[in-house]
């Protein structure tokens, strides 16, 4: 059987895994230059890619178009037959959906010392793990971009990964760290992180309301805490940013035929069945998800 998984991220690769296992041919088309998708983008998950993709990479059932971009799909007799930019036609038996998520980009917060969870993960790497000797005094915002009036969706993984970050700060500096919420929501061992850090000194403060004024030294933040206007000031701010749907979902729905929700999701008529026939998901193009 022919199987053709569409992302070259994480979940893309997982499925591919599963295929290639079962003795399937595998062709996974990777809209940019190298397969990774968010998951290559993140310091401490990049080198567990590598690794995992390297358990298939060489498999001789298994192909990799790189920067590649379906321009039309034909069905006949239960057959796919796939049509990329370039003018190449493959065909397949099945297609897996597999598009990932797309961070969303604050743009209406972000500057020089207000910065998403992804740029800050990337002053660590930079750095070798060590932190500026300015990053003294760091809040944590939550829920930016999810859970708001104009997005309720929750993105299910930013209380974990703050959390995180929380972790990695810790064991390179001493800073004042405090983690505004509006709900926390953990699943698994981040109970007993949140608790293990607040014994540490870690403050979490419920707070909706964000308002940022950033200078040269620092960042003023203003918020709400019951029905009290409070005012404090930190070196830096780190955005907890949600998770949309990959903007190429849309673009498919059309060209395979399967439908989408409020969201922008995939709608699941089976567990991991589009209502595409022939069509199935896999990882973040159904919701947001941790990785497993």
């Given at each position: 059987?022919?199987?053709?998984?569409?992302?070259?991220?994480?979940?893309?690769?997982?499925?591919?895994k599963v295929a290639l296992g079962e003795k399937h041919d595998?062709?996974?088309?990777?809209?940019?230059?190298?397969?990774?998708?968010?998951?290559?983008?993140?310091?401490?998950?990049?080198?567990?890619?590598?690794?995992?993709?390297?358990?298939?990479?060489?498999?001789?059932?298994?192909?990799?178009?790189?920067?590649?971009?379906?321009?039309?799909?034909?069905?006949?007799?239960?057959?796919?037959?796939?049509?990329?930019?370039?003018?190449?036609?493959?065909?397949?038996?099945?297609?897996?959906?597999?598009?990932?998520?797309?961070?969303?980009?604050?743009?209406?917060?972000?500057?020089?010392?207000?910065?998403?969870?992804?740029?800050?993960?990337?002053?660590?790497?930079?750095?070798?793990?060590?932190?500026?000797?300015?990053?003294?005094?760091?809040?944590?915002?939550?829920?930016?971009?999810?859970?708001?009036?104009?997005?309720?969706?929750?993105?299910?993984?930013?209380?974990?990964?703050?959390?995180?970050?929380?972790?990695?700060?810790?064991?390179?500096?001493?800073?004042?760290?405090?983690?505004?919420?509006?709900?926390?929501?953990?699943?698994?061992?981040?109970?007993?992180?949140?608790?293990?850090?607040?014994?540490?000194?870690?403050?979490?403060?419920?707070?909706?309301?964000?308002?940022?004024?950033?200078?040269?030294?620092?960042?003023?933040?203003?918020?709400?805490?019951?029905?009290?206007?409070?005012?404090?000031?930190?070196?830096?701010?780190?955005?907890?940013?949600?998770?949309?749907?990959?903007?190429?979902?849309?673009?498919?729905?059309?060209?395979?035929?399967?439908?989408?929700?409020?969201?922008?999701?995939?709608?699941?008529?089976?567990?991991?069945?589009?209502?595409?026939?022939?069509?199935?998901?896999?990882?973040?193009?159904?919701?947001?998800?941790?990785?497993?």
């Amino acid at each position: 059987m022919k199987i053709l998984v569409i992302g070259g991220g994480i979940s893309g690769i997982s499925a591919a895994k599963v295929a290639l296992g079962e003795k399937h041919d595998v062709t996974i088309l990777e809209s940019t230059p190298e397969p990774g998708g968010l998951m290559a983008r993140i310091a401490n998950c990049r080198v567990g890619f590598k690794t995992f993709f390297d358990e298939v990479r060489d498999n001789e059932r298994l192909t990799v178009v790189r920067d590649a971009k379906i321009t039309k799909v034909d069905k006949a007799d239960k057959t796919f037959t796939v049509t990329l930019e370039d003018g190449q036609l493959l065909t397949a038996d099945r297609v897996i959906i597999a598009t990932g998520l797309t961070p969303y980009d604050p743009v209406e917060y972000k500057g020089k010392r207000v910065l998403t969870s992804l740029e800050y993960d990337a002053v660590i790497d930079q750095r070798q793990g060590e932190l500026p000797a300015d990053f003294n005094k760091i809040g944590f915002f939550l829920c930016v971009g999810s859970r708001s009036k104009d997005y309720p969706l929750c993105s299910s993984v930013c209380c974990s990964y703050t959390l995180r970050e929380v972790k990695w700060t810790l064991q390179r500096a001493k800073p004042e760290i405090t983690v505004f919420y509006n709900d926390l929501r953990f699943f698994g061992q981040e109970f007993y992180m949140e608790k293990a850090y607040r014994d540490a000194g870690v403050k979490f403060v419920r707070a909706n309301s964000r308002y940022f004024e950033e200078d040269e030294e620092g960042v003023t933040v203003r918020y709400y805490v019951g029905g009290q206007l409070k005012e404090e000031r930190f070196n830096y701010v780190v955005l907890a940013i949600g998770l949309r749907p990959n903007p190429q979902l849309a673009e498919l729905s059309k060209l395979f035929g399967f439908s989408l929700n409020d969201y922008g999701f995939i709608n699941e008529k089976e567990p991991l069945q589009t209502d595409a026939e022939g069509v199935y998901v896999s990882g973040g193009a159904l919701e947001p998800m941790n990785i497993k």
